[in-house]
C-alpha cells in the first residue's frame, strides 16, 4: 500500500548538518501522518519526531528539540528531517514512518506506525 524508501544518510563531523529524505510509492501518503526513529543496535527505536497530514503540526523527542526539523511536500510524496549541529550520540538508522490519520493526533510509539523504510546510516564522528 505504501513504500517507504530514505536516503540521504552519511559520514559527517560534529556540529556538521545533514537532510534525510524519504520518499512514498503506491498510494499517496497524503493521508498519513509521518514519523521519524532511530536505532542503534541494542537499544530500542527512539522517537525523534512526527508531523501532521498538512505539515502544521510537529512534534519532536526531547534529545533533539531544537536541532531538529521535520516537513513535508506531499506534492512530491516525500518527508524530510533537517538535522542541524549534529552530535556524535545522533549516530543510527534513521527510519521514516507512515501512520492513518484517524484525526489529527500524533504518536511517538512504534506500534502507532503502520509502514516503515529500510533505514539510512547515519554517522557523526566526534
Known amino acids: 500500500q505504501v513504500q517507504l524508501v530514505e536516503s540521504g544518510g552519511g559520514l559527517v563531523q560534529a556540529g556538521d548538518s545533514l537532510r534525510l529524505s524519504c520518499a512514498a510509492s503506491?498510494?499517496?501518503?497524503?493521508?498519513?501522518?509521518m514519523g521519524w526513529f532511530r536505532q542503534t543496535l541494542g537499544k530500542e527505536r527512539e522517537f525523534v519526531g512526527a508531523?501532521?497530514?498538512?505539515?502544521?503540526?510537529?512534534w519532536y523527542g526531547d534529545s533533539v528539540k531544537g536541532r531538529f526539523t521535520i516537513s513535508r511536500d506531499n506534492s512530491k510524496n516525500t518527508v524530510y528531517l533537517q538535522m542541524n549541529r549534529l552530535k556524535p550520540e545522533d549516530t543510527a538508522v534513521y527510519y521514516c514512518?507512515?501512520?492513518?490519520?484517524?484525526?489529527?493526533?500524533?504518536?511517538?510509539?512504534?506500534?502507532?506506525?503502520?509502514?516503515w523504510g529500510q533505514g539510512t546510516q547515519v554517522t557523526v564522528s566526534s
Open positions: 508531523i501532521s497530514v498538512s505539515g502544521g503540526r510537529t
Open positions: 503506491g498510494r499517496t501518503v497524503s493521508n498519513y501522518a
Open positions: 514512518a507512515a501512520s492513518y490519520d484517524y484525526g489529527g493526533a500524533l504518536s511517538r510509539e512504534v506500534s502507532q506506525y503502520d509502514y
